[in-house]
């Protein structure tokens, strides 16, 4: 009988590991997916986070009340350890409801649907009145000058380009508007801002959103707004007629001292290694107007489930795994920064970061910020996913809580659903709860809970002497 080179059984055997390995990952990512679907948590806690809670912005009532439900819930599923970590927190509120309209001379006059932006100071106790300006961007500013801006309020008329794709890059465009406007007008004079809400949507609901003033002194402080995309398209199209017209509008938001809030933190223990640590997480805190069911309740509820679905699917990790909701993402980024902070107090290894904050639409796959031989690795699992229609693994970007871990050796990810309606609901009055699909919802915690399975079981052992983390 003719021998079988050493090599060729060494083959042949490597071989038949990766085939047993590789059909032991599919049983378990379907046992992950089934266990989701017939019987997932996510959307009951969902409807109570909206419903019954409602919008959570940093430092209110809600917030809180949303961290004391999130924590209980996490301590119902039998986890290794349950706890909260303080974070101070901004504390902005936007007081009664905006109003505003358009008057032109010898009209009568038309109202306009309007909503303060974060961290906006109010307008005088009787109101602002004054002549507009449209401009493009901020870039335009300089082509106007003082002499056409000053004592105006300047309407930012950029829309989100409609020709992307993805969604998040058309956001990216043109939210500079929205979150600077303000202290480059008042550079030239301004005495208010309205700025175009962020969507695609042609519609009467106007879309919040952060904003700063920098370094701008409080005497040079002006009001910012948003106005809906019908609105925007309206003023616009009046001050083609008579660029004389005046623009009205009260808000009666007011800026706090900071107050105390917390991330909520849950996890399970490493059976083999438990100082390396996996973070799954989205943001607690949401705008005041809609419920935040997407933005980002769909995130918070989608990152618990992975716990409970490993519990459920009886997979014990090897890994500590952790899911993290991240308090004051919208206004501050408080939570994120926080948690990176402490973890590195503490000297703790995180490997692998993932974050949903994208929407509970139906996934489409990931983005990952990870080395070459890093995202080589991912990549290679992609066939696991490929049965469940996920497709999508492509390097930049993974979320703005994650993004503090950031060093040289840990993968950041981002849970990537189809996003082309989420700028409908973003930071608007129809971010609601009824507009979250289940078993899209679903879908998204399953995937989520997969690829963590995966980065829990083989890890980045293999590529930690890669030439590129050594430089």
């Given at each position: 009988?003719?021998?079988?080179?050493?090599?060729?059984?060494?083959?042949?055997?490597?071989?038949?590991?990766?085939?047993?390995?590789?059909?032991?990952?599919?049983?378990?990512?379907?046992?992950?997916?089934?266990?989701?679907?017939?019987?997932?948590?996510?959307?009951?806690?969902?409807?109570?986070?909206?419903?019954?809670?409602?919008?959570?912005?940093?430092?209110?009532?809600?917030?809180?009340?949303?961290?004391?439900?999130?924590?209980?819930?996490?301590?119902?599923?039998?986890?290794?350890?349950?706890?909260?970590?303080?974070?101070?927190?901004?504390?902005?509120?936007?007081?009664?409801?905006?109003?505003?309209?358009?008057?032109?001379?010898?009209?009568?006059?038309?109202?306009?649907?309007?909503?303060?932006?974060?961290?906006?100071?109010?307008?005088?106790?009787?109101?602002?009145?004054?002549?507009?300006?449209?401009?493009?961007?901020?870039?335009?500013?300089?082509?106007?000058?003082?002499?056409?801006?000053?004592?105006?309020?300047?309407?930012?008329?950029?829309?989100?380009?409609?020709?992307?794709?993805?969604?998040?890059?058309?956001?990216?465009?043109?939210?500079?508007?929205?979150?600077?406007?303000?202290?480059?007008?008042?550079?030239?004079?301004?005495?208010?801002?309205?700025?175009?809400?962020?969507?695609?949507?042609?519609?009467?609901?106007?879309?919040?959103?952060?904003?700063?003033?920098?370094?701008?002194?409080?005497?040079?402080?002006?009001?910012?707004?948003?106005?809906?995309?019908?609105?925007?398209?309206?003023?616009?199209?009046?001050?083609?007629?008579?660029?004389?017209?005046?623009?009205?509008?009260?808000?009666?938001?007011?800026?706090?001292?900071?107050?105390?809030?917390?991330?909520?933190?849950?996890?399970?223990?490493?059976?083999?290694?438990?100082?390396?640590?996996?973070?799954?997480?989205?943001?607690?805190?949401?705008?005041?107007?809609?419920?935040?069911?997407?933005?980002?309740?769909?995130?918070?509820?989608?990152?618990?489930?992975?716990?409970?679905?490993?519990?459920?699917?009886?997979?014990?990790?090897?890994?500590?795994?952790?899911?993290?909701?991240?308090?004051?993402?919208?206004?501050?980024?408080?939570?994120?920064?926080?948690?990176?902070?402490?973890?590195?107090?503490?000297?703790?290894?995180?490997?692998?970061?993932?974050?949903?904050?994208?929407?509970?639409?139906?996934?489409?796959?990931?983005?990952?910020?990870?080395?070459?031989?890093?995202?080589?690795?991912?990549?290679?699992?992609?066939?696991?996913f490929e049965p469940y229609l996920i497709h999508y693994f492509a390097r930049g970007g993974s979320g703005?809580?994650?993004?503090?871990?950031?060093?040289?050796?840990?993968?950041?990810?981002?849970?990537?659903?189809?996003?082309?309606?989420?700028?409908?609901?973003?930071?608007?009055?129809?971010?609601?709860?009824?507009?979250?699909?289940?078993?899209?919802?679903?879908?998204?915690?399953?995937?989520?809970?997969?690829?963590?399975?995966?980065?829990?079981?083989?890890?980045?052992?293999?590529?930690?002497?890669?030439?590129?983390?050594?430089?």
């Amino acid at each position: 009988m003719k021998k079988i080179p050493f090599f060729l059984i060494l083959l042949l055997a490597l071989n038949a590991g990766a085939q047993s390995n590789s059909e032991a990952d599919s049983l378990n990512i379907r046992k992950l997916y089934d266990v989701a679907l017939l019987q997932g948590q996510g959307y009951a806690w969902l409807d109570h986070l909206s419903n019954k809670i409602g919008g959570r912005l940093s430092g209110s009532v809600n917030a809180q009340r949303a961290v004391d439900y999130t924590k209980a819930e996490l301590e119902k599923l039998g986890l290794d350890r349950v706890w909260l970590q303080p974070v101070m927190v901004p504390k902005w509120t936007r007081g009664n409801p905006e109003y505003a309209y358009i008057q032109s001379p010898g009209s009568p006059s038309n109202t306009v649907n309007i909503l303060a932006l974060g961290g906006s100071v109010a307008t005088p106790d009787t109101g602002l009145r004054a002549k507009v300006i449209e401009v493009q961007g901020i870039e335009d500013l300089a082509r106007y000058g003082k002499e056409q801006i000053e004592g105006k309020i300047v309407f930012y008329n950029r829309p989100m380009r409609t020709d992307l794709i993805h969604t998040f890059e058309a956001y990216g465009g043109c939210v500079d508007q929205r979150y600077s406007g303000a202290a480059e007008a008042a550079k030239y004079g301004a005495v208010g801002v309205i700025v175009r809400s962020l969507s695609h949507k042609i519609d009467d609901y106007p879309h919040t959103g952060s904003m700063s003033y920098g370094d701008l002194p409080n005497s040079k402080r002006i009001p910012a707004a948003a106005i809906s995309t019908k609105d925007a398209e309206y003023l616009s199209s009046m001050l083609k007629l008579n660029k004389d017209l005046d623009f009205y509008y009260k808000m009666n938001c007011r800026n706090f001292e900071d107050v105390e809030s917390y991330n909520v933190i849950g996890e399970i223990k490493g059976s083999e290694r438990p100082d390396e640590y996996i973070v799954v997480g989205g943001h607690l805190d949401s705008w005041d107007v809609g419920d935040g069911a997407h933005d980002d309740g769909a995130g918070v509820v989608q990152s618990m489930e992975v716990l409970r679905l490993f519990k459920e699917a009886g997979v014990r990790p090897k890994r500590t795994i952790r899911v993290v909701l991240f308090m004051n993402e919208e206004n501050g980024l408080r939570g994120g920064n926080k948690y990176a902070e402490v973890a590195k107090q503490n000297a703790e290894n995180h490997i692998f970061a993932l974050e949903s904050d994208s929407g509970g639409f139906t996934p489409r796959g990931f983005s990952f910020d990870a080395r070459d031989s890093q995202f080589e690795k991912i990549e290679s699992w992609k066939p696991l996913f490929e049965p469940y229609l996920i497709h999508y693994f492509a390097r930049g970007g993974s979320g703005a809580d994650i993004g503090p871990l950031r060093n040289e050796s840990t993968v950041l990810a981002g849970l990537r659903p189809d996003s082309q309606r989420y700028f409908d609901h973003h930071h608007a009055a129809t971010d609601t709860f009824e507009s979250v699909n289940k078993r899209e919802l679903e879908l998204g915690a399953a995937t989520m809970a997969s690829l963590v399975y995966l980065v829990d079981k083989y890890g980045f052992d293999d590529i930690k002497n890669d030439p590129e983390i050594l430089k």
